[in-house]
């Protein structure tokens, strides 16, 4: 009996796909490189910094809501 070498199938972290662990997937253990930069968090840091940077300069303009 000849035994086949199966394909190690493994989740990705992330969207929990499986992804085949060998050369054809360059991102494992990871179905993608959008899914390793998520599960890293830095996609989702940057995306977080940007939204919560609102400049509050331009709302309080002392010269705008001066006495006339
Ligand atoms: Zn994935």
């Known amino acids: 009996m000849d035994t086949p070498a199966k394909p190690r199938v493994v ?3 992330t969207c929990g796909s499986g992804v ?3 050369p ?3 991102y494992r253990p990871f179905c993608s490189d959008r899914c390793r930069l998520i599960d890293l968090g830095a996609w ?3 995306q977080y910094r940007v ?3 609102t400049p509050l300069d ?3 303009d002392p010269l705008a809501s001066g006495p006339h």
Request: net charge negative; charged share 30%.
């Open 58 to 60: 331009n709302e309080s």
């Open 11 to 13: 989740k990705c972290p």
């Open 20 to 22: 085949e662990w060998g």
């Open 44 to 46: 989702a840091t940057d």
């Open 51 to 53: 939204a919560g940077e």
């Open 24 to 26: 054809q997937s360059p």
